[in-house]
């Protein structure tokens, strides 16, 4: 099956990639290695005053751009990669939306399917189209033969912000996507069978994402207190096994993967409740079991995770 974002992004993708969150930035390069796997060819990462970034969809993300451009140049030098021009971007989770949109009954002309989608995306986003910057990508139909659009959404306004910080270094951004979408890139690389959940967590809720043949079926954003976690995932699951499980089950894709990133839903805790929920046996995946070699343990998978995902584009 086809990458799901290969019409979202450029034809010709680094292998180099930043990614934000509150609190913290992290830079990457990596190179294909044999059988599959990645390593980290040049890495590192920055702690960030609490208060530079406040990941937000509607409202200003980063107070002092002199200080993250600062921090930006500091951050290559410390990985070898100040003379690097070009980067993909991971957004911090809160700053992006991402929606899958089912169309209900077929259009009978273009005009008609992009005042549908219109409609669809500002109810979903909850904005004017016209001060987003939004792409969109068509998803195979669903078991009932229904179109499907996976679209993400991002503030004009908040790209510029984080473009501007890069373009004071010379650096150009040619790929720019949520934080989630990064991570999931683990979920779709070498082949794996089944469908794979994400569950990404940050401060302000949790982030789920079920792949199947290397499409998203499903995208939850939840905004939620961290102790609320467990019972949101509970809820996901559920609606995934009475909605999404029969399917699966037909089509010989029952879920056989979990990747659980972020510090506000334990690894196995979250795996004990996929497993009591799904009757599964499952155990979170590290970086090793995604393909990825971490040159040392002092780096987090955690915390690269994202911007390596999307430097994996590079091959794909």
Same mark, same amino acid.
Request: hydrophobic share 40%; with cysteine.
């Given at each position: 099956?086809?990458?799901? +974002?290969?019409?979202?992004?450029?034809?010709?993708?680094?292998?180099?990639? *930043?990614?934000?969150?509150?609190?913290?930035?992290?830079?990457?390069?990596?190179?294909r290695g044999r059988g599959g796997?990645?390593?980290?060819?040049?890495?590192?990462?920055?702690?960030?005053?609490?208060?530079?970034?406040?990941?937000?969809?509607?409202?200003?993300?980063?107070?002092?751009?002199?200080?993250?451009?600062?921090? +930006?140049?500091?951050?290559?030098? %410390?990985? =070898?990669?100040?003379?690097?021009?070009?980067?993909?971007?991971?957004?911090?989770? =809160?700053?992006?939306?991402? +929606? *899958?949109?089912?169309?209900?009954?077929? /259009?009978?002309?273009?005009?008609?399917?992009?005042?549908?989608?219109?409609?669809?995306?500002?109810?979903?986003?909850? %904005?004017?189209?016209?001060? &987003?910057? *939004?792409?969109?990508?068509?998803?195979?139909?669903? /078991?009932?033969?229904?179109?499907?659009?996976?679209?993400?959404?991002?503030?004009?306004?908040?790209?510029?912000?984080?473009?501007?910080?890069?373009?004071? &270094?010379?650096?150009?951004?040619? !790929?720019?996507?949520?934080?989630?979408?990064?991570?999931?890139?683990?979920?779709?690389?070498?082949?794996?069978?089944?469908?794979?959940?994400?569950? $990404? $967590? $940050?401060?302000?809720?949790?982030?789920?994402?079920?792949?199947?043949?290397?499409?998203? &079926?499903?995208?939850?954003?939840?905004?939620?207190?961290?102790?609320?976690?467990?019972?949101? !995932?509970?809820?996901? !699951?559920?609606?995934?096994?009475?909605?999404?499980?029969?399917?699966?089950?037909?089509? #010989?894709?029952?879920?056989?993967?979990?990747?659980?990133?972020?510090?506000?839903?334990?690894?196995?805790r979250a795996c004990k409740i996929?497993?009591?929920? &799904? #009757?599964?046996?499952?155990?979170?995946?590290?970086?090793?079991?995604?393909?990825?070699?971490?040159?040392?343990?002092?780096?987090?998978?955690?915390? *690269?995770?994202?911007?390596?995902?999307?430097?994996?584009?590079?091959?794909?």
């Amino acid at each position: 099956m086809p990458n799901p +974002l290969a019409k979202l992004i450029n034809p010709w993708y680094p292998a180099t990639a *930043i990614g934000f969150k509150k609190g913290l930035a992290s830079m990457v390069q990596l190179e294909r290695g044999r059988g599959g796997m990645s390593s980290l060819r040049r890495a590192a990462t920055v702690a960030l005053p609490a208060t530079l970034i406040q990941p937000s969809f509607n409202e200003p993300n980063i107070l002092n751009p002199a200080e993250l451009t600062a921090a +930006l140049r500091d951050l290559a030098a %410390s990985a =070898g990669l100040l003379q690097q021009r070009r980067w993909s971007v991971a957004l911090p989770e =809160g700053a992006s939306r991402s +929606l *899958i949109l089912t169309l209900e009954s077929q /259009p009978v002309s273009n005009a008609e399917l992009e005042e549908v989608l219109t409609w669809k995306m500002e109810r979903g986003f909850g %904005s004017s189209l016209e001060e &987003l910057s *939004i792409s969109r990508e068509r998803l195979p139909a669903d /078991p009932q033969g229904r179109d499907r659009y996976l679209v993400v959404a991002t503030r004009t306004a908040v790209l510029d912000e984080y473009e501007g910080a890069m373009h004071s &270094l010379g650096w150009r951004a040619g !790929l720019i996507l949520p934080r989630h979408m990064g991570e999931g890139q683990w979920l779709t690389i070498n082949g794996a069978k089944g469908d794979g959940l994400l569950l $990404s $967590s $940050s401060e302000k809720g949790l982030t789920a994402v079920v792949f199947r043949d290397k499409q998203p &079926l499903i995208i939850r954003t939840i905004d939620c207190e961290p102790h609320e976690c467990e019972d949101e !995932l509970y809820r996901l !699951l559920l609606f995934y096994r009475d909605r999404r499980g029969g399917e699966a089950e037909q089509a #010989g894709q029952m879920l056989s993967r979990v990747l659980v990133l972020g510090e506000m839903l334990g690894k196995d805790r979250a795996c004990k409740i996929v497993n009591e929920t &799904l #009757g599964a046996n499952l155990c979170a995946l590290g970086a090793a079991d995604v393909g990825l070699q971490l040159a040392t343990r002092e780096l987090s998978f955690d915390a *690269i995770a994202a911007p390596a995902g999307l430097a994996t584009l590079a091959w794909q």
